[in-house]
């Protein structure tokens, strides 16, 4: 499975720390993000992490584009709630994007555990019928 990464910058440490915990399942996946979180990550964890852009310079946009194309199957997007963005339209539309594409999706820790805890038990298998 494809797995998107996305962490506002509050929100960036504690995706490295998600990454580090669950590195042995999420290594059994192909992991792409924004360019600083996955930087982040692989550089904590060693996995390997596809990049593009930040997300603030269209890497969130790209990632868009991936899920439109049923490229992704599943997205953790740790937000930072309390602090808005200036290209907060675009999240807005990569979260309307996985609800369209039935995309699972995770804007915080807790749910981010529960996808993967339900990746590791195989519950979202399903995604490959659709490809």
Same mark, same amino acid.
Request: aromatic share 6%; charged share 20%; hydrophobic share 45%.
């Given at each position: 499975?494809?797995?998107?990464?996305?962490? &506002?910058?509050?929100?960036?440490?504690?995706?490295?720390?998600? *990454?580090?915990?669950?590195? #042995?399942?999420? #290594?059994?996946?192909?992991?792409?993000?924004?360019?600083?979180?996955?930087?982040?990550?692989?550089?904590?964890?060693?996995?390997?992490?596809?990049?593009?852009?930040?997300?603030?310079?269209?890497?969130?946009?790209?990632? /868009?584009?991936?899920? /439109? *194309?049923?490229?992704?199957?599943?997205?953790?997007?740790?937000?930072?709630?309390?602090?808005?963005?200036? &290209?907060?339209?675009?999240?807005?539309?990569?979260?309307?994007?996985?609800?369209? &594409?039935?995309?699972?999706?995770?804007?915080?820790?807790?749910? /981010?555990?529960?996808?993967? &805890?339900?990746?590791?038990?195989?519950?979202?298998?399903?995604?490959?019928?659709?490809?």
């Amino acid at each position: 499975m494809m797995i998107a990464l996305i962490a &506002h910058d509050e929100k960036k440490e504690l995706m490295v720390q998600f *990454c580090i915990a669950y590195c #042995g399942v999420l #290594g059994q996946n192909e992991l792409c993000a924004t360019g600083t979180t996955g930087k982040l990550v692989g550089e904590a964890t060693g996995l390997a992490v596809q990049k593009f852009l930040a997300g603030s310079q269209g890497g969130a946009q790209q990632i /868009a584009a991936q899920i /439109a *194309c049923n490229e992704i199957d599943m997205l953790l997007f740790f937000r930072d709630p309390l602090n808005p963005k200036l &290209h907060e339209s675009s999240y807005m539309n990569l979260l309307r994007l996985c609800d369209v &594409h039935n995309i699972p999706v995770a804007t915080n820790i807790a749910t /981010a555990e529960v996808l993967i &805890h339900g990746l590791e038990r195989g519950d979202l298998d399903w995604r490959n019928i659709l490809k």
